[in-house]
């Protein structure tokens, strides 16, 4: 299972990239809005963990365009 973790603080995503890969996740970490993918359509990505304030724009906004692009990944707000 493959998640995608967006997240710009260093401790919080590195404790939570670790916890993931123990559970033998894979994971993808990015820590900028503009860094996310424009879509998320890649079937391989299993889930999102989205954190709600970036450096350099809001994970709300993302999520919108994500569901109005209507897609259908899970994604956890954190």
Avoid at 23 to 33: D, H, P
Avoid at 41 to 56: E, I, R
Avoid at 59 to 70: E, K, P, V
């Amino acid at each position: 299972m493959h998640i995608l973790l967006i997240e710009d603080d260093l401790d919080l995503g590195q404790a939570l990239l670790s916890a993931l890969q123990l559970e033998a996740f894979s994971v993808q970490w990015l820590r900028r809005a503009g860094d996310a993918p424009p879509k998320l359509d890649d079937p391989a990505c299993s889930a999102v963990l989205l954190d709600l304030g970036l450096p350099d724009g809001s994970g709300l906004a993302l999520l919108q365009r994500w569901r109005a692009a209507q897609s259908r990944t899970p994604i956890l707000l954190i």
